[in-house]
């Protein structure tokens, strides 16, 4: 009989993943991929980019299975890679919109496909709930066009509720700028809603 891979800690998973079971890596997507699409989804809040960045995170993973360390956790590591791949992403944007993200990906890592495939055609995505209500909806407006350093940290701390020393590896910054900009990121975002939606809530 199989075993529940289900019930294995990270770090089992990742370590039988580069055994080469390969089982154990769709365990690990299966894990954590309705959290690191609503990630994205607040941080880019552009479905192309999302779905490329997504993509692009847990085809990193895929291909590191040599050079995975068992000790450090993976949640923070696999939203590390996610927060680096969705500024670049938005970097690009910005320099020539026609680049497709897609395209870095090399053509030898293309046979995770099927995987990929089978995680993206998941109907029930998180985001669809989140974007139910029109409060909803305006809170990510507003997360959106807030500054990229505070719209990361306040999507890490309130949205994926990790402590001030993983935002601080995710980041690579001290743990002292993590609490000032989330503070300032707070307040900012306080007195964007107030601006926005302010007056239609006091009336």
């Known amino acids: 009989m199989k075993p529940v891979l289900g019930k294995h800690t990270d770090a089992e998973l990742l370590a039988k993943y580069a055994a080469g079971e390969e089982a154990a890596f769709r365990e690990i997507v299966s894990r954590y991929k309705n959290g690191l699409y ?16 997504f993509q692009e ?3 990193q993973l895929f291909t590191s299975r040599d050079s995975f360390d068992t000790t450090r956790p993976l949640r923070p ?33 293309m046979s995770f496909n099927d995987v ?16 139910k209500g029109e409060t909803a909806s305006q809170v990510r407006q507003v997360i959106a ?32 700028t993590v609490k000032s900009r989330l503070h300032t990121a707070v307040g900012r975002f306080a007195k964007d809603w107030k ?8 009336k």
Request: glycine share 2%.
């Open 57 to 59: 995170t847990f085809l």
């Open 145 to 176: 066009d807030m500054p990229e350093n505070l719209r990361e940290i306040l999507i890490l701390a309130y949205f994926n509720r990790f402590s001030y020393k993983q935002m601080a590896r995710i980041l690579s910054i001290p743990i002292g």
């Open 116 to 131: 990929l495939n089978a995680l993206t055609s998941d109907t029930t995505r998180p985001s669809e709930e989140l974007e």
């Open 38 to 53: 609503v990630f994205l989804k607040h941080f880019l809040n552009q479905q192309d980019l999302i779905d490329d960045v």
């Open 195 to 202: 601006a926005a939606f302010g007056s239609k809530k006091t």
């Open 77 to 109: 590591w696999l939203f590390t890679i996610a927060a680096n791949k969705a500024k670049d992403a938005l970097r690009k944007q910005q320099r020539t919109a026609a680049t497709p993200i897609g395209t870095i990906a090399e053509p030898q890592e």
